[in-house]
Structures are given as structure tokens and as C-alpha cells.
């Protein structure tokens, strides 16, 4: 199957050639579809807490933070901005020079309000002798987009999104970058320190170390604290094969195997790594300027809290397991934690021997463990969260993408399409076990979660797999908490003119 060559190719990478047949065998036999009991939702799988309740819980947060645990802010940069300016690079490679779409109309109309507006009209004026304005008034749109897109200017169509500038402020702007410090810097601190990790592509990782290098400082005396910002990349043993159609293995004009990033999933690795007992993860892009902090704050207050909140009491139980002799009351009051709390049904527990519902209540307690903030469902695409059969026949609460749903089956499809909430991406997890001892992460993934995609390489049709993703089959083993957030603390920037809306302005 594999020649010598392919074996170099293969060691390079770090990955073994029982690991690469493997991966065409999951071609060759697709991934099951996940067995769903319900779309999660209020009361059914989703915490709504109380004013009352929310104000307890960031009061749990903030004595924890106190005690001087580690607490990191993980935050997944590696991703091009390119498909943010999809709209004007068709522009540039239209038939017309002057704006005639909505979105081109918008962007235009607008400009003067984009954070990078000064940087761009400089750019121009190096570039073209005349600054935006005077470019627009004789009709010269393409180049100003060029300024905006190309190496020769501000390069926004080959960097990544963390680098942009994103919201303007009377003395300066930042990117998103800088707003996930000054995140941290609000609600992820411990011991006068916030750790921040950002996953970058090898081919930035310099940017993001020069602009961290530059800017640090003015942040610390700012917040009075110190940072400590670090990097990682996807690591190469992580890529996956692209495969023909036919499911053998896609190879290069000259012969060599193609290998394709095996999606955000990969970085379950990364997260493994981290020296931390708390992680907040977000996206890069999901970030406003100060005036909105408040209401973001406030709810990773709210999550965290209810997340060291559950984790001490399954420590607890876990311990009071370690001592023996629990009584009949008290396996039931751990079963109800489990059901109530976690959202976790033990099929049959009842009737198990009080050695077997030990060893399952310790299973299902001694795990990493999330609470991940939901939004109301309003259109955007993307997964949500449901409450799915386990293999050992147990329920809980996973968060799902389309790619996971058997489409044949309509009750699944009722499901999904008629979900009342939607995963914004906004988790807070802990990482280390009752003992102290860091979670090995990849061991609570679940590999028959990943996906199959349909790409093109030089106009030849070709396979890509996609490994479990992060907060998807990647944590599938995890004890998972859902909790409705309010949707202004979802702001993503999908398309440049999503900087033009107010919650960026």
C-alpha cells in the first residue's frame, strides 16, 4: 500500500502506516450517526439560572480565583481571514469596477467606519499617490480593495483574523487579539496573572510573538497585572490523508501523498498540554469592544462559577467513593447529581449491585468536565446541543453539527432544524482530576465522531477527513453542563461588513 517514499513522508509527520490505513478505512467505511434522544433545551438538558443564582455563582468563581489556581484563556487563531473578504476578492475578479451588490454597496458607504480605515487610506496613498477618498471619487474601487487585500498593502486577505483591526477607540485600535487579553485581563486572572494561549499557523507564528511583544506592556500597566501569553501549533501528526473517490490514497502531480489539516479537533492535543486547572476556550473572531465587555464578563463569571461549583462536589463523591461504605442513600444522592446536575442518565442503575454502581458512578464523575453557554436559536449556522445515546447506553449532553445527523431519519432532522439553542462556542472546562492529576484529554475522545468532506485539489475531486472536533466528539466522554447566555455575548466575524455592525462599532 505504502512505498518507501511514502513511509519518509509518513515519519515526517509522525504518523505510523497502521495509523494511515487505518484513516483510509475510515473512508472506506464512513462514521456512524449518533443516536439522539432530544435536542437539548430549557429544563430538558439547558440550566437557566436566576438573577439570584447567577450572582452566587460568580461569588463561587471569584473565591475560587482567590485560592490561586491556574486559569488559562485558550484561544484557536490559526484560521486565514481570507473567506472574510470572500465578497470583495469576487470584486476585484468581476466584470464591473464599481460597487453594483448590497454588500459591496455597504462596504464602500461605510468605510470610514472599519477600525482599519486610517491604515487602509495611508496604504492607498503609498500605493496609489491618493488616499481612499479621492480614489472613490474617480471610480478607482478595485484599487482600493487591492490596498486592503494584497501583500503590497495592508495584506488582510492572507493574515489571520487575530491580526486584524477590528474595533476602533479614540486613541488607538485593537485587534481581536488584543481583545482576548483584555478578556482575561476582566474575568480570567489568578495570583495578579492571566495565562493566555493562543493555536496560531506556523506561518504567523512571528506576527502574533511581534505584535505580543509590542503590545504587552501597555496592557499590563493597564490592568495592573502580568501576562503570560504562549503559542502552540497543530501539531503535523494530527493531519489526515486525502483520499480519491474511490478511497485510496490521493496523491500529488509527482506521486507524494496529499495530507490536509485534520480540522480543530487536532487541538485536543494542544489543550492536553496545558499546565492548568481552568481553560476558557473562544474563538478568535467572537469578540466586542469594551462598551459590550460587561455583559460578557459577567456570564464567564456565571459559567466558571457553575462549572467549580459542580467540580467540587463531584471531588466530593469521588473521594467518599475512595473511603467505602457508602450507604444506599448516598449512592442515590450521587445517581441524582449525575441525572440533575450533569444531565447524565445511568441506564438500569437501579437495579445493579452496589459494587457495580459504584464503578459506574466513579466513571461517570471522574472525568473532564465543561459547562458551555448557549445561545437562542436564530439562524446561524452551525451545531447545537442535544442529549445523545452513549455506547454503554447512557444519555448525555453533546454538542452536535449537521454532519453528525442521520438527514434520513425525520425525527433527527425535526430536531435539528426546530433545536431552540445554538453552540456559540463558549466553554469553560476543568482539566485536572480529584487527585490533582491532569486529564489525559485523547483518551476521552470519541474517534468514530469525525466526518467526511468533499474538496478539490487542482480540479481534481478528492476526500478530507475531518477528526472528531474540539468541543464536538473530541469531548464526547466529557461531563457536560449546558447553560442558556445571553446571545449579545455571541458577536462573530464571519464577513468584513460584520465589523459594521453596532455591536463593533
Known amino acids: 500500500m505504502f512505498t518507501p517514499e511514502d513511509q519518509q513522508q509518513l515519519a515526517a509527520k509522525g504518523i505510523t502506516p497502521e495509523q494511515a490505513e487505518h484513516q483510509l478505512q475510515q473512508f472506506r467505511l464512513g462514521f456512524p450517526f449518533l443516536r439522539l434522544k432530544a435536542a437539548a433545551a430549557i429544563g430538558a438538558g439547558i440550566m437557566a439560572p436566576s438573577e439570584t443564582e447567577c450572582q452566587a455563582y460568580v461569588e463561587a468563581w471569584n473565591a475560587y480565583k482567590a485560592e490561586g489556581h491556574r486559569i488559562t484563556k485558550f484561544v484557536p487563531a490559526s484560521g486565514a481571514a481570507s473567506r472574510m473578504f470572500k465578497a470583495m476578492?469576487?470584486?476585484?475578479?468581476?466584470?464591473?469596477?464599481?460597487?453594483v451588490t448590497d454588500f459591496e454597496n455597504h462596504y464602500f458607504k461605510n468605510i470610514h467606519s472599519f477600525a482599519f480605515f486610517p491604515a487602509l487610506d495611508d496604504a492607498c496613498t503609498v500605493l496609489?499617490?491618493?488616499g481612499v477618498d479621492d480614489l472613490m471619487a474617480e471610480g478607482s474601487y478595485r484599487e482600493i480593495v487591492h490596498a486592503m487585500l494584497d501583500e503590497?498593502?495592508?495584506n488582510y486577505g492572507q493574515l489571520p483574523k487575530g491580526l486584524l483591526q477590528?474595533?476602533?477607540?479614540?486613541d488607538c485600535s485593537r485587534t481581536p487579539l488584543e481583545e482576548h487579553l483584555v478578556e482575561a485581563a476582566l474575568y480570567a486572572t489568578s495570583n495578579g496573572r492571566a495565562d493566555v494561549h493562543f493555536t496560531v499557523s506556523a506561518e504567523h507564528r512571528e506576527l502574533f510573538e511581534e505584535l505580543v511583544a509590542r503590545i504587552l506592556p501597555e496592557?499590563?500597566?493597564?490592568?495592573g497585572i502580568k501576562y503570560n501569553?504562549?503559542?502552540?501549533?497543530?501539531?503535523?501528526?494530527?493531519?489526515?490523508?486525502?483520499?480519491?473517490?474511490?478511497?485510496?490514497p490521493f496523491r500529488t502531480a509527482d506521486g507524494r501523498l496529499l495530507f490536509r489539516p485534520g480540522g480543530h479537533g487536532a487541538l485536543i492535543q494542544n489543550l492536553s498540554e496545558l499546565d492548568s486547572d481552568i481553560v476558557f476556550i473562544k474563538n478568535i473572531d467572537n469578540v466586542v469592544p469594551d462598551s459590550l465587555k460587561p455583559a460578557t464578563t459577567l456570564w464567564k463569571q456565571v459559567i466558571a462559577g457553575i462549572l467549580v461549583t459542580a467540580q467540587r462536589q463531584a471531588h466530593d463523591y469521588l473521594r467518599r467513593i475512595d473511603e467505602g461504605g457508602l450507604s444506599e442513600a448516598e449512592i442515590s444522592e450521587m445517581a441524582l447529581f449525575a441525572a440533575n446536575t450533569l444531565c447524565t442518565e445511568l441506564s438500569g442503575f437501579s437495579n445493579l449491585s452496589p459494587e457495580m454502581q459504584h464503578e459506574i458512578l466513579r466513571a461517570k464523575l471522574n472525568r473532564p468536565m465543561r459547562v458551555c453557554?448557549?445561545?437562542?436559536?436564530?439562524?446561524?449556522?452551525?451545531?447545537?446541543?442535544?442529549?445523545a445515546f452513549n455506547s454503554d447506553c447512557s444519555v448525555s449532553p453533546q454538542i452536535l453539527e449537521s454532519s453528525q445527523i442521520d438527514t434520513k431519519n425525520p425525527d433527527y432532522v425535526t430536531m435539528f432544524k426546530c433545536g431552540t439553542h445554538f453552540n456559540p462556542v463558549d466553554l469553560v472546562c476543568a482539566i485536572r482530576d480529584y487527585q490533582g492529576k491532569?486529564?489525559?484529554?485523547?483518551?476521552?475522545?470519541?474517534?468514530?465522531t469525525g466526518f467526511i468532506s468533499f474538496k478539490s485539489k487542482n480540479g481534481h475531486e478528492l476526500k478530507a477527513l475531518e477528526l472528531p472536533g474540539l468541543w464536538n466528539g473530541a469531548m464526547s466522554d466529557w461531563s457536560t453542563i449546558f447553560v442558556e447566555v445571553p446571545l449579545d455575548t455571541f458577536n462573530p466575524v464571519k464577513t468584513v461588513n460584520d465589523l459594521l455592525r453596532p455591536q463593533h462599532q
Open 89 to 99: 476578492f469576487e470584486f476585484c475578479e468581476g466584470d464591473h469596477g464599481v460597487p
Open 128 to 130: 496609489y499617490g491618493r
Open 152 to 154: 503590497e498593502g495592508l
Open 166 to 170: 477590528f474595533h476602533a477607540y479614540p
Open 219 to 223: 496592557y499590563e500597566d493597564k490592568f
Open 229 to 248: 501569553v504562549s503559542f502552540s501549533e497543530q501539531k503535523p501528526s494530527t493531519d489526515t490523508l486525502a483520499a480519491t473517490l474511490d478511497n485510496e
Open 373 to 387: 453557554g448557549m445561545v437562542k436559536n436564530v439562524g446561524e449556522p452551525g451545531g447545537g446541543p442535544f442529549l
Open 438 to 448: 491532569h486529564y489525559d484529554l485523547p483518551r476521552y475522545v470519541d474517534p468514530a
